[in-house]
């Protein structure tokens, strides 16, 4: 997805009272290709939580009949998408040659690597009524030895996304280990993602990690004596033992991982060394990036911005 509107402010953070948590930033609210999207990552004050460098969330937003997302090609290196849907479908399509739709529960994961183009659309019989679409798009940044692997597509049905109840809390591990299971998508350092949907009064204990963050998708939860409200995201301390309650019906997306240190981020670019965002940069400006063999009548071009 193309990520950075040169007119939009990081996300905002405030400092918390909780020991458990470091960090609050409230989702900063923008359109992109006629959709709603709120973003957390990357903050002031919170650059990156473990691997994951971008944290979108998209919708909820109703399209009327004719209209739909219809995001044009455009690059990525050095990272991976993972794209994960509640509501709707999207139509992913890729230089590799790819062409996937995905659905709820579904996991898209594009691996940009030494450099991809895609677009993200939606099909014409999604569009032919009106629609909704609500899901998440992240950016995970691959460790320095495999930012230049070949690009690669991975589709993951819903029904190979590990799903539990963990005292009453019903919870999906999208990408990782946590609580006695581990999902299938493929990751490239220690990785948590993780979906649930947690009922009032009941309380769910956030898995170990590196480093931990935590989003209220709706309704509100508590962290000891600090209450988060829906579209906020809060930095976890490296505490072990944090468990969060549930004040109202709530989803939470909770991740994490192994830091893997500082990136460099320019539009959809993002690499540990700034000479390798440049170079992209300047491979887009020259169209230099391999084509969509299924998409080729238009593409983004790079918008003046300055690392």
């Given at each position: 997805?193309?990520?950075?509107?040169?007119?939009?402010?990081?996300?905002?953070?405030?400092?918390?009272?909780?020991?458990?948590?470091?960090?609050?930033?409230?989702?900063?609210?923008?359109?992109?290709?006629?959709?709603?999207?709120?973003?957390?990552?990357?903050?002031?004050?919170?650059?990156?939580?473990?691997?994951?460098?971008?944290?979108?969330?998209?919708?909820?937003?109703?399209?009327?009949?004719?209209?739909?997302?219809?995001?044009?090609?455009?690059?990525?290196?050095?990272?991976?998408?993972?794209?994960?849907?509640?509501?709707?479908?999207?139509?992913?399509?890729?230089?590799?040659?790819?062409?996937?739709?995905?659905?709820?529960?579904?996991?898209n994961l594009m691996?940009?690597?030494?450099?991809?183009?895609?677009?993200?659309?939606?099909?014409?019989?999604?569009?032919?009524?009106?629609?909704?679409?609500?899901?998440?798009?992240?950016?995970?940044?691959?460790?320095?030895?495999?930012?230049?692997?070949?690009?690669?597509?991975?589709?993951?049905?819903?029904?190979?996304?590990?799903?539990?109840?963990?005292?009453?809390?019903?919870?999906?591990?999208?990408?990782?280990?946590?609580?006695?299971?581990?999902?299938?998508?493929?990751?490239?350092?220690?990785?948590?993602?993780?979906?649930?949907?947690?009922?009032?009064?009941?309380?769910?204990?956030?898995?170990?990690?590196?480093?931990?963050?935590l989003y209220i998708?709706?309704?509100?939860?508590?962290?000891?004596?600090?209450?988060?409200?829906?579209?906020?995201?809060?930095?976890?301390?490296?505490?072990?033992?944090?468990?969060?309650?549930?004040?109202?019906?709530?989803?939470?997306?909770?991740?994490g991982g192994d830091?893997?240190?500082?990136?460099?981020?320019?539009?959809?670019?993002?690499?540990?060394?700034?000479?390798?965002?440049?170079?992209?940069?300047?491979?887009?400006?020259?169209?230099?990036?391999?084509?969509?063999?299924?998409?080729?009548?238009?593409?983004?071009?790079?918008?003046?911005?300055?690392?």
């Amino acid at each position: 997805m193309k990520k950075h509107n040169p007119t939009t402010k990081s996300p905002l953070a405030t400092d918390s009272v909780c020991s458990a948590i470091q960090l609050q930033v409230q989702a900063k609210e923008q359109m992109l290709g006629g959709l709603n999207i709120r973003r957390s990552l990357p903050a002031r004050g919170a650059r990156r939580i473990g691997p994951w460098v971008f944290f979108d969330h998209m919708g909820p937003t109703r399209f009327p009949a004719k209209h739909g997302v219809d995001i044009a090609p455009h690059p990525h290196i050095n990272l991976a998408t993972v794209t994960y849907l509640l509501e709707g479908e999207m139509l992913h399509q890729d230089s590799v040659g790819s062409v996937q739709s995905i659905r709820p529960g579904d996991i898209n994961l594009m691996v940009a690597g030494s450099g991809i183009t895609h677009s993200e659309r939606q099909s014409e019989a999604t569009k032919s009524q009106s629609h909704r679409i609500h899901g998440f798009q992240l950016w995970l940044a691959l460790p320095s030895e495999a930012e230049e692997t070949d690009p690669a597509f991975y589709h993951y049905p819903s029904q190979q996304i590990p799903a539990l109840t963990i005292e009453g809390v019903r919870l999906r591990v999208l990408m990782g280990t946590a609580y006695g299971v581990t999902s299938p998508v493929k990751t490239f350092s220690p990785t948590l993602y993780v979906e649930a949907q947690i009922k009032t009064g009941q309380t769910l204990a956030i898995p170990a990690a590196a480093m931990r963050g935590l989003y209220i998708v709706s309704g509100q939860v508590k962290i000891g004596d600090t209450q988060l409200t829906e579209h906020t995201f809060a930095v976890l301390n490296d505490q072990q033992n944090i468990s969060i309650t549930a004040k109202s019906d709530s989803q939470i997306v909770i991740l994490g991982g192994d830091d893997i240190g500082h990136r460099y981020m320019d539009w959809n670019f993002v690499s540990s060394r700034i000479e390798r965002v440049k170079q992209a940069r300047q491979q887009w400006i020259s169209q230099q990036f391999p084509l969509i063999p299924t998409d080729q009548q238009e593409y983004i071009p790079y918008p003046d911005l300055n690392i």
